[in-house]
Structures are given as C-alpha cells and as structure tokens.
C-alpha cells in the first residue's frame, strides 16, 4: 500500500493547529485578566 | 385527581382552550404542512418514484419542521401576555406544568402529523389505510420524543433573547435517534411489513422517550426559576 | 501555579507520544502508515469523553448546590471538549480518504462523534447567549445532563442505522490486535492528551474566576 505520510502530517498538524492555538488563546485571555487586576 | 395532575391538567386545558378560541396556531401550523408539500414536490421533482421512496423520511422532515415552529412556541403564549411569573411562583412541584405543556404539545403534533398524512396521500397518491395501526403507534413513540426534548428546549430557548435561533440549534442534535429510529419504523411500516420487523427500532424509542421524559421532569423546575 | 506545571508536563508527554507515534510505534502491516494517525485520533476522542463527563459532573453538581464552582467545571471541561471532539472528527476524516477513498462515509463512529459535536456547540452557543450568571448555569446544566443521557442513545441508533444502510465493511479507524509496541504508543499518547485537557481545564477555571471575581 501507498505510504500515506501526507496525510498523516495533515492529520497532525491540523490538530497542533487547533490545540496551539487554544493554548494562546488561554494565555493571552488569562494575561489580559491578570493585568486587569494588577491595574486596579 | 391528585394536586400534581390537576395542575397539569389545568396547564393543557388553559393551552387547549386559548387555542380553540383563537385557531392562531394550529391553523398556520396545518396550513403550514400544506406548504410543506409543495415545497418537497418542487425540491424534489415530479418523478413520482422519487418521492415514494423517500417518503418516510419526507414524513418525518415535514413533523420536525412543523415541530420547530409549534414546539418553539410552547411558552411564548406566557411570555408575551406577562403569565411567566405566574408559571414560576406555581406552588409544589413544577414538573407538572412541563407535562401539561406537554400533554399540549403531542395534542398539537398530533393533528399537524394527521393533517400531513391527508395531504401526502391526496398530493401524491397514497394509501395508508392498510398501515394505519403500525404507524400511529410509530407516530406516536416518535412524537413523545420530539415533544418532551421541544418542551424542555422551548421553556429554555423562551427566556432567551435569540430564542428562534437557539431552538433549532439545541432541539435538532438531540432529536438525531428519535429521527434515525422512527424513519426506519415508518419505513418498515409502510413496505407492509409487521411491526415485529421495526422492533428493536421501536424499543430504541420507547427508552429514548422515557430518558427525555425523565430528564424533562427531574431538570424542569430548574429552567423555570425567576 | 499548578496550571504551569501541568502545561509543562503536557509538553514533554506530548513530545513523547509524537516520537512514539511516528517513530516508536511499527509501521503497520495492512493499513500502512496511515494508521498512524491512530495514535492522534483515539487519545483525542478518549479526552474529549472525559471532557464531556465533567460536564455532566459540573451541570450536576451546580444544579444541586448552585456554587459557581461547578459551572465553572462544566465550561472548562467543555470548550477543550469541543475541540478535543473536533480533532477527533477530522482525524477520522483524513484517516479515511486514502483508507476509503472518500473524506466522510458517515461510518458510525465518526457520525455518532459528529453529532457529540453539534451538541456540545450548542451547548457552547447556549452559554453565549445568556448573560446573568445563575441563569446562563442553570440552563446549560440541562443541557449538558441532556446531551450526556443521549449520547448511549445516539451510539445506538446510529449504529444500528449504519447496519442497514451498509454491510459492515472494514471496522472503523482501530488499531489492529494489540502488538505492545502499538499499545505503549498508544498510553503515552493518551496520558499526553489527558494532561494536555487538565492544562486546559485548569487554565480555563483559572480564567472563569477571574472574569467574575464576585461569584465566589
């Protein structure tokens, strides 16, 4: 059988996308709330 | 009759009479059906082949759309005319508002179902005569289904502001096995076979019907609060 | 904060699994390589029924004792939830398109696992849309216990549905009987989901509470 490598990176780097990018989006939400209350 | 029950009678009683004296609901939902019809004869073609084989699942698309209408109203009529704080300050237990309305809601699935059945064999030529026991009972299991999520949804979605949108989105993932269930029963139903053949489809309903119904009245009174 | 340690430890699992899944683990006899997408697409969909019973927990538990806490737990555990469902679907997909030729068959794994999905969006879209606190709670812990008593229901009547509409043809995307190599990737990958989900949860508890300080 063909070796589907492509689509086996696909499949990882879809999921590296989605998942990295929660990350960040936890991150960058939890550094705004944590500056927020420095702030006050 | 017990306080419980008389409570819910009086919630579909209450419902069943406002709709007898205004007909606004159930006649728009009939004469929805109607357009429902053309709208799947002109989807689909006139290859009349094409529309009987695909004809329990049409059944069912036209009861579901219908539901989405009717059943996101189930709470509208205490909404709009300011009876919502009457519902919540209801004394004892709250359930039995969610099974009058519910009880409400299979009365009003019922005759738009009914209604659709004349209209699919008067259009297209069909005869359900022979199949008629079999498929109430598949109706019937079906129905509760689709009514005990649409009213727990419909009390929900109704205190929400984009309540026509939130409806569909939570009522259409959850309906998915009473769909797959009752289309296949119909189906059996309709090739003439006995209800025997349907049976484990017809269990799967049974079950399905008393988990929602069960969740419905254990979770209501907490969708009901002020 | 244990959230940081639990990020760092997810990091090093994860690498792990990765070299473990592309490197450890045997090319496999009948599937290929392909298969190894596996080692992605089961510890996701294992994570994503954690996930999802931790809703149930939270919407349970907020229900019965109305502490903002376990709203908290329900949110946090379903938006990872959602996207560890989501990973699992289109891994599935791509997993499929060379092993069946096309991007969706509507085999019954990935259909039940598509239809997890729009429940828990919805959920997620539900919690979107109510702004009071209490109310927005108690409305998706509902929601929630609804979508998880369904959930054997769906698997039931999809699968059953799958039956009839086609013979069952090759089983869906599993690993074959279990040589070790293929098991040890498969643990080290699915430890590294899971820690991966708690750094998620963590952080997002962490998150909720700072957003609505006076909730208790």
Not at chain 2, 70 to 99: H, M, Q
Not at chain 2, 200 to 215: E, G, M, T
Not at chain 3, 112 to 137: C, I, K, N, Q
Request: include cysteine.
């Amino acid at each position: 059988m063909r070796d589907n490598w492509g689509y086996v990176f696909a499949a990882y780097a879809v999921a590296a996308v989605v998942l990295a990018g929660y990350w960040r989006h936890l991150a960058r939400r939890a550094k705004v709330l944590t500056g927020r209350e420095g702030a006050r | 009759m017990s306080t419980y029950a008389r409570r819910a009678w009086m919630i579909l009683w209450k419902d069943v009479l406002t709709e007898r004296r205004s007909k606004e609901s159930l006649n728009a939902l009939v004469f929805f059906s109607l357009l429902l019809l053309f709208i799947f004869q002109f989807a689909l073609g006139p290859d009349r082949a094409r529309v009987e084989a695909a004809l329990p699942g049409l059944l069912w698309l036209g009861f579901i759309l219908a539901g989405l209408l009717g059943l996101g109203r189930t709470f509208l009529i205490e909404r709009e005319n300011e009876c919502w704080e009457g519902l919540v300050l209801t004394p004892g237990d709250k359930s039995a508002i969610y099974l009058g309305k519910l009880a409400g809601n299979v009365l009003v699935m019922a005759v738009v179902e009914a209604a659709l059945l004349v209209l699919f064999a008067v259009f297209f030529g069909l005869d359900f005569t022979a199949a008629l026991p079999q498929l109430a009972i598949v109706l019937t299991l079906g129905t509760l289904g689709l009514s005990a999520l649409g009213t727990l949804f419909g009390a929900i979605a109704a205190q929400v502001r984009a309540r026509e949108l939130l409806f569909p989105v939570l009522l259409l993932p959850a309906v998915v096995p009473v769909l797959l269930g009752s289309v296949s029963a119909t189906q059996t139903v309709l090739l003439g076979q006995p209800l025997g053949e349907a049976a484990p489809w017809l269990k799967l309903l049974a079950a399905a019907d008393l988990i929602y119904l069960v969740v419905g009245i254990l979770t209501f009174e907490f969708v009901l609060e002020g | 904060m244990a959230a940081r340690a639990l990020g760092w430890l997810a990091i090093v699992a994860l690498v792990g699994g990765l070299g473990a899944a592309l490197g450890y683990a045997p090319r496999e006899a009948v599937q290929g390589n392909v298969q190894r997408i596996m080692y992605l697409h089961v510890p996701a969909v294992l994570t994503a029924y954690l996930a999802f019973g931790l809703v149930v927990v939270g919407s349970v538990g907020y229900l019965l004792t109305r502490r903002p806490g376990w709203d908290r737990m329900a949110l946090a555990a379903a938006e990872p939830g959602v996207l560890f469902t989501g990973v699992t679907i289109v891994s599935g997909s791509i997993w499929g398109k060379p092993t069946w030729g096309t991007w969706w068959t509507w085999d019954a794994r990935l259909t039940s696992t598509a239809v997890l999905f729009l429940v828990y969006v919805g959920y997620l879209l539900l919690r979107g849309m109510v702004e009071e606190p209490d109310r927005r709670a108690r409305y998706a812990a509902v929601v929630g216990i609804l979508g998880a008593a369904n959930i054997p229901i769906v698997h039931f009547s999809v699968k059953w549905w799958r039956a009839l509409h086609q013979p069952s043809s090759i089983l869906g995307p599993e690993p074959s009987p279990v040589a070790a190599p293929i098991m040890v990737a498969l643990l080290v990958n699915w430890v590294a989901f899971t820690l991966l989900f708690a750094y998620f949860f963590a952080k997002r508890i962490e998150i909720a509470r700072l957003e609505e300080p006076h909730a208790g």
